[in-house]
């Protein structure tokens, strides 16, 4: 019963749901409500993570975009100049 589960959380699937048992012991049932409250918070922590990635990308997309536009409209002025400094520009200055 408690076996399954754990191999399937072992693989990164939560979905399954612990039950208590009817004739359990009280142990045997405080471990299985302990396992089923990990399940649940790993769970809702993978709905945060899965979030924060999504707006990562989001952002990750936008300053792409920026970023395009800018260097679009310097070759467009003329100014084949712009470019990124490096460490190295640094340590000239």
């Keep these: 019963m408690l076996l399954p589960i754990l191999a399937k959380a072992a693989i990164g699937e939560f979905d399954t749901s612990v039950s208590p048992l009817k ?3 009280r ?3 405080e471990i299985l409500m302990g396992v089923q409250v990990l399940l649940d918070t790993i769970r809702q922590q993978q709905l945060v993570i899965e979030a924060s990635e999504a707006k ?5 997309n936008q300053t792409t975009e920026i970023l395009a536009r800018v260097l679009d409209s ?3 002025s003329g100014r ?3 470019r ?3 460490p190295e520009d ?3 200055s």
């Design 23 to 25: 004739r359990g012991s």
């Design 27 to 29: 142990e045997l049932n």
């Design 56 to 60: 990562l990308h989001q952002i990750q």
């Design 74 to 76: 310097s070759v467009r």
């Design 80 to 82: 084949d100049s712009l």
């Design 84 to 86: 990124l400094r490096t």
């Design 90 to 92: 640094h340590q000239l």
